[in-house]
């Protein structure tokens, strides 16, 4: 069985990444500068989706945001439920993983066409992308954007006149680190030959280096490439990774293209660390809702490193702790995501607000964390979400979003009073007035009674002075686990460095782990992963035992 590439492991090596890591703040700002003007305009009468003024407009001039996720549909063609899956829980697109025939099994019209279909039935925008040309130039087996450009003129008849639902990804990461120099000709040749072809639709193009433009060749060519295009109807995707791992890198990245006026998104990114270095995921969801700009996060489920996957076995009853982050965090899809106009829940005429959510009630109350149920609001077209909010005094934070009545509130301290309402949202936008509060106050702390758990531990990878470790603790109990301490002791010296998912206390081997805000939370049958580096000696032996809150564990 193909798996999904975990895109992590196509970084550049480390010591590449530490000479280079102020180019990608520095380098080519003249070119990208706040004077660039567009040679180009959108057509006079758009056609679907479109550009204009560097913003992603729908073909009725309403914005449109991109909030959603990457689906490896190429390598599981049978997991088509999964489109169905991603919208409920609020996405409004989804970037689907396709095969031109050069490196996989070539996806057909008639499949592409059932794809789409699916999209528009679930009421999603349909991002199509070849993935054959992934790293091209370092990768021999990657084939090239013409080629490319061939497959998506022979589907020209099954996208023709859906310009309003599908965008089309020419090719995912179309150079690796060797010659990123060479992205820029391909690219615009790739885009010509379809504008040639007739193609009205707005065009997606990746970035080099793995698709970071960690050297900034697509920063530096981003105007030349979008002024060859006829139509105007071009934007650009960036995929942020372990290159990111600083809030200047992501905001430096991102403003330089919106302070030139050309478009961009996240068209995909990580949060969990590696080898390389830790994704800033917050950063890069915060700055994108703030600039209002697209996301679309790696991926749905299947990658060969499951670290990556946000729902475990595609199922959506499973979120991972980075599922949990992108869906239900802060800036997240359901808290951020708007349906596009085109279909009817998100008419922009709409502006009736839905009614008042329910008194949230408090449930599953522990030491960190606590799970609100309100009876749900109601709305003229629909409701598509709840934002739930702490109250303080005269001001409130939002600290959760769901795409259904109930919501867990993770990262809470023990022993405290809280109080939490609950605002509706419908897909045009409108916010119900504030729901009545709930008070609760969190339990003091201490072990989790009746605690079935078994742990997983496996070493991802290893160089000589250190490695990557993976551990996923599985609640084999009946009931929701609430606040967790993992125990396990390194036998060999190893020593912790960096850990997402979890945050680490060492002294000697023994290790102790409390969870991150969004892994906190563990459902019956349900698994969070904690993943870290770790410098070594010559012996890197697995921990032979684990507790969680006390309790010892099955290993895995």
């Not at 130039?137 to 084939?143: K, M, Q, T, V």
């Not at 065009?203 to 979008?226: E, L, T």
């Not at 080898?275 to 915060?286: C, I, L, S």
Request: net charge negative; aromatic share 8%.
């Amino acid at each position: 069985m193909r798996t999904t590439r975990s895109t992590t492991r196509r970084n550049p090596v480390t010591a590449l990444l530490a000479g280079l890591a102020t180019l990608l703040g520095i380098v080519v700002l003249g070119t990208l500068g706040p004077t660039a003007a567009h040679a180009q305009s959108p057509s006079d009468v758009a056609t679907g989706l479109h550009i204009s003024d560097g913003r992603l407009l729908e073909g009725n001039g309403n914005d449109f945001i991109m909030r959603g996720v990457n689906h490896a549909h190429t390598w599981y063609p049978g997991e088509t439920q999964s489109l169905a899956d991603i919208k409920a829980l609020g996405a409004n697109t989804v970037r689907v993983v396709l095969s031109d025939g050069y490196r996989w099994t070539k996806n057909s019209p008639a499949e592409v066409a059932g794809i789409v279909a699916q999209c528009k039935a679930n009421r999603l925008i349909c991002v199509l992308e070849v993935h054959d040309t992934t790293g091209y130039g370092e990768d021999s087996a990657a084939g090239t954007l013409d080629q490319a450009a061939d497959y998506w003129i022979g589907l020209k008849d099954v996208l023709a006149g859906e310009e309003n639902y599908v965008i089309i990804n020419i090719g995912n990461e179309p150079r690796g680190n060797t010659n990123p120099e060479g992205w820029t000709a391909p690219t615009i040749a790739a885009v010509q030959k379809l504008r040639n072809a007739g193609f009205q639709h707005t065009i997606m193009v990746d970035a080099p280096n793995w698709g970071q433009d960690w050297q900034g060749v697509m920063r530096a060519n981003a105007q030349s490439v979008y002024d060859a295009d006829s139509t105007g109807n071009l934007i650009f995707s960036i995929h942020m990774y372990s290159v990111y791992n600083t809030a200047q890198k992501v905001t430096d990245y991102l403003h330089a293209f919106v302070d030139a006026g050309l478009p961009i998104l996240i068209g995909e990114f990580g949060g969990p660390a590696d080898q390389y270095g830790d994704p800033d995921e917050d950063t890069m969801m915060a700055t994108a809702e703030q600039l209002r700009l697209g996301y679309l996060a790696w991926s749905w489920s299947g990658n060969t490193d499951p670290i990556l996957d946000l729902a475990i076995d595609f199922d959506p009853s499973r979120l991972s702790s980075w599922g949990r982050r992108i869906f239900n965090g802060v800036n997240g899809i359901a808290q951020t995501s708007r349906e596009a106009t085109v279909y009817a829940g998100g008419n922009p005429g709409d502006t009736q607000a839905p009614s008042t959510a329910g008194t949230p009630t408090a449930t599953a109350v522990a030491a960190t964390s606590v799970t609100l149920t309100w009876t749900a609001a109601t709305d003229n077209v629909g409701v598509t979400g709840y934002d739930i909010v702490r109250v303080s005094g005269g001001s409130e934070t939002t600290v959760a979003a769901s795409a259904t009545n109930t919501a867990t509130v993770t990262g809470l301290t023990a022993d405290t009073a809280y109080t939490f309402a609950v605002y509706a949202r419908d897909a045009a936008g409108n916010r119900s007035a504030r729901s009545a509060t709930a008070s609760v106050t969190t339990d003091e702390g201490g072990s989790t009674p009746g605690v079935g758990c078994s742990v997983g531990y496996r070493a991802v990878g290893e160089w000589p002075d250190g490695f990557q470790g993976e551990i996923t603790i599985r609640n084999t109990g009946a009931t929701t686990i609430n606040g967790w301490t993992l125990g396990f002791v390194f036998a060999n010296g190893q020593t912790i460095t960096n850990m997402w998912g979890g945050v680490p206390t060492q002294d000697g081997g023994t290790v102790s782990v409390a969870p991150a805000s969004y892994t906190t939370t563990i459902p019956a049958n349900g698994t969070v992963t904690v993943g870290f580096t770790a410098a070594k000696g010559a012996t890197n032996a697995a921990p032979t035992a684990f507790t969680l809150s006390g309790t010892s564990c099955a290993t895995a």
